[in-house]
């Protein structure tokens, strides 16, 4: 099997399964149970909030555990929304948002909130002066993805926090979902507010995240009950699942200093054998784009066809982002990139992680070029 889907998840690594299981099995206590085994999982939990902190460069309390990049993402965006809709009701996100946040503002538009798309360049990628264009004196959000989940193309996201540090009363939202473990982002150079991530694309379990929010900053909770992770995320913590994402994202972090390198020549491997085929056209951007996407589309063929044949070689890719693949629609990113319709309905995505070796990539290319003759013939 050559798995080539990491951008839709990973396989979890199999010391982050060891610590799920011995945690789940030992220390399964409720953390806010009295008791000395409630105890021990607080303990637990409370670690690894500082070993996450520690590895973003933040402090503990500004780290909140939830159940993914979906759930974090709602947090920051009605969170906000909620808290400071007597200050303004206006906010500013792009076309190319992952359906979690473009969701969120289209139920935030019913609910009488102005919402302003940015649009992108044809490498994918906002203008700044296009943000500072649409702000206004009721905006009170401003959200941008750090790395595109579907083309890999990269956000300004430091000059945007350069630019929103004169707007006192606009917070800033990042989701770092596709971006952790392959791209730096530094949340405090950046200006940073507010920032999601989600265990499982790092090798991480599902169902397990984290939203980074900025110290004195104040968002209202969705969630009423126990009052957990500081009454902003009520509901029981998943412990064995925060120590799991906890080692997950350590190891990850050792990986992308040892092995990013290696990463990029399989990505460049594959763009330049890609753009060698006949009928094949790249969307991913040259610069700036993430280490472990590539974007493109097979002309001619749905996507979904192509992605069954090359199943069929037991390789796996995907078509849009993993949550938008079964709805059979061109990609909204690859629309606002300026891409034809015909173009978007056949685009394929292959995302890397660091378990990818080139020998891998030789076969991709090889079984892309077998399919595309043989698929060929058949329509012929």
């Not at 982002?185 to 991480?204: A, M, P, Y």
């Not at 993993?322 to 909204?332: D, H």
Request: proline share 3%; net charge positive; hydrophobic share 40%.
């Amino acid at each position: 099997m050559i798995y080539l889907d990491n951008s839709a998840t990973t396989k979890p690594y199999r010391e982050v399964l060891e610590s799920f299981n011995k945690v789940s099995t030992e220390y399964f206590g409720n953390p806010s149970s009295l008791h000395g085994l409630g105890g021990d999982a607080e303990k637990l939990l409370s670690q690894s909030r500082e070993q996450i902190a520690k590895l973003l460069k933040v402090q503990a309390n500004e780290i909140f555990f939830t159940s993914g990049g979906t759930e974090s993402n709602n947090i920051a965006i009605k969170g906000t929304a909620l808290m400071y809709k007597g200050r303004g009701r206006h906010i500013i996100t792009t076309k190319i948002e992952h359906p979690s946040v473009n969701e969120s503002m289209e139920q935030l538009k019913s609910l009488g909130f102005r919402i302003t798309y940015i649009p992108v360049d044809k490498n994918g990628v906002v203008r700044i002066t296009d943000i500072e264009e649409a702000i206004s004196e009721e905006t009170i959000l401003v959200s941008v993805m750090h790395v595109n989940n579907e083309t890999g193309s990269i956000q300004p996201i430091k000059e945007i926090g350069q630019l929103l540090k004169k707007y006192s009363k606009i917070l800033f939202h990042v989701d770092y979902v596709q971006g952790i473990g392959k791209v730096p982002l530094h949340f405090q150079e950046c200006h940073i507010d507010l920032c999601t991530i989600s265990g499982h694309k790092f090798h991480g379990l599902k169902g397990t995240g984290a939203l980074f929010i900025r110290q004195g900053v104040r968002i209202s909770p969705l969630f009423s009950g126990g009052g957990q992770e500081w009454k902003q995320r009520s509901g029981t913590e998943n412990v064995a699942g925060i120590v799991a994402m906890a080692k997950a994202l350590r190891l990850t972090l050792q990986r992308q200093e040892q092995c990013v390198a290696d990463m990029i020549k399989i990505r460049d491997f594959i763009r330049m054998e890609l753009e060698k085929i006949d009928g094949i056209k790249v969307h991913t951007p040259v610069f700036p784009c993430a280490p472990h996407i590539i974007n493109f589309s097979i002309l001619g063929f749905k996507a979904e066809v192509f992605v069954h044949a090359l199943e069929e070689k037991g390789i796996y890719v995907s078509t849009t982002s993993a949550c938008s693949s079964k709805t059979k629609k061109a990609s909204s990113t690859l629309l606002a990139m300026g891409v034809s319709k015909d173009e978007a309905l056949s685009s394929i995505r292959v995302s890397l992680s660091y378990e990818n070796t080139m020998e891998e990539a030789v076969q991709f290319i090889d079984a892309v070029n077998e399919a595309g003759n043989r698929l060929r013939k058949v329509m012929n």
